[in-house]
């Protein structure tokens, strides 16, 4: 009976999340994603396999503060769901400004967007790298969870809260979908 938004609603997780989520029976899904086809294809499966979910789907990028905006005003979420992120290790080691874009400030901007509009919990999809940081993924993860725990003490009456997954069998992250394509 809630209004759920998922950010990075395309991904192996955050579609995961959406079919999760759809199952409960919200009010409202508001996927959230910059991937278009993505997108497409978990909103083709949801609308089929949840046909009473309100479904509303929103192609854009989590640090466009305007498109933010427009979703937190529009859908009033309840619940938000922080998916999106880069995740693969080697990809953020060779572009870490964009890892820091992607995972620091895009949390830093959705965490603040929700305080401003009155969502009552986010909670940010982590990692289990970023416990003892190793890497740039892990380290942009670790300060997105420091940015959480901070705004949660602030005490800005939203329930921040961080989820940390390990390797997700068959994620877009994971290594398994990479030993499959080598055997292939």
């Known amino acids: ?9 395309g991904g192996s997780i955050g579609s995961e999340l959406a079919r999760q989520a ?3 029976f919200p009010s409202r899904l508001i996927l ?3 991937n278009e086809n993505n997108l497409f294809y978990i909103q083709w499966e949801i609308s089929r396999r949840f046909p009473a979910v309100p479904l509303v789907t929103v192609i854009g990028d989590i640090l466009d503060r305007k498109i933010l905006t427009r979703i937190l005003t529009d859908h009033q979420p309840d619940i ?40 009552k919990k986010v909670v940010l999809i982590s990692t289990d790298k970023a416990v ?4 740039v993924m892990g380290m942009t993860k670790r300060v997105a ?7 949660h003490k602030k005490q800005t009456g939203v329930r921040f809260i961080t989820v940390r997954f390990g390797n997700v069998m068959g994620s877009t992250g994971s290594v398994i979908p990479l030993f499959e394509r080598q055997i292939d």
Not at 1 to 9: C, E, F, H, N, W
Not at 132 to 135: A, G, I, Q
């Open 132 to 135: 003892r940081p190793e890497n």
């Open 32 to 34: 959230f994603e910059r």
């Open 80 to 119: 938000l769901y922080h998916a999106a992120a880069y995740k693969h290790v080697p990809m953020m080691e060779t572009h870490p400004i964009e890892a820091i874009r992607n995972n620091v400030l895009s949390t830093w901007n959705v965490a603040q967007a929700a305080a401003e509009h009155g969502v």
């Open 1 to 9: 009976g809630k209004r759920i938004l998922i950010t990075g609603a």
């Open 22 to 24: 759809a199952a409960q």
């Open 145 to 151: 969870e420091k940015l959480m725990l901070y705004l």
